[in-house]
């Protein structure tokens, strides 16, 4: 999606190997918002992708960073732990409007910038076999929600206000805003 706004970017993995512990609990603490939840570890994750960089001995660049969520009613519904986890969220958000929280973070040498975009996301009814064959296909794993916009989930969606591209995971929109403001060169 950067490259779509001619970003010129490294990607800077966290955890390399797998058998390390993750680096950010993804996780909301008690009492915290949603909306707070989202912006909270876009921050975390651009700082520690900063200190990576820094440990890892690096040309300092910008790092960016960004979290989606799905909230229906308040709550974060994450990303599904399996089948059936993903089936109760699809069920969940047919037939029903929703919010997708994607917030980002840019962290530089002196500060971190934040933007939020919140976008309200509508799904046709969606009867019990589309969501198994849905499930079936893999696609809804790993994915906040239990879906992908830019996927065959696509057809579950009857509106949608607010950005796509932040319903995908990174408002460019916003993206190329924040990057503007620090002097970092977009299209």
Not at 114 to 128: D, G, M, P, W
């Amino acid at each position: 999606m950067l490259r779509q706004i001619g970003v010129d970017f490294h990607e800077l993995r966290l955890r390399e190997a797998s058998s390390r512990p993750i680096d950010i609990v993804e996780r909301a603490n008690a009492r915290e918002t949603a909306l707070a939840y989202v912006q909270r570890i876009s921050r975390t994750k651009a700082a520690v992708g900063w200190d990576c960089m820094l440990m890892r001995r690096l040309p300092q660049k910008p790092v960016l960073a960004a979290d989606t969520e799905v909230v229906l009613e308040g709550k974060v519904l994450g990303k599904p732990t399996d089948a059936r986890h993903a089936a109760a969220m699809l069920e969940a958000l047919s037939g029903r409007t929703h919010e997708v929280a994607t917030a980002i973070a840019v962290r530089g040498a002196d500060d971190t910038l934040t933007a939020l975009s919140i976008s309200q996301v509508s799904f046709r009814e969606l009867a019990r076999d589309e969501i198994e064959r849905y499930i079936a296909s893999g696609e809804s794993f790993d994915k906040a929600g239990a879906y992908a916009i830019q996927g065959r989930a696509a057809m579950f969606v009857s509106r949608i206000e607010g950005s796509y591209s932040a319903v995908m995971g990174l408002p460019l929109y916003e993206t190329a805003q924040i990057l503007g403001q620090i002097g970092y060169p977009v299209l």
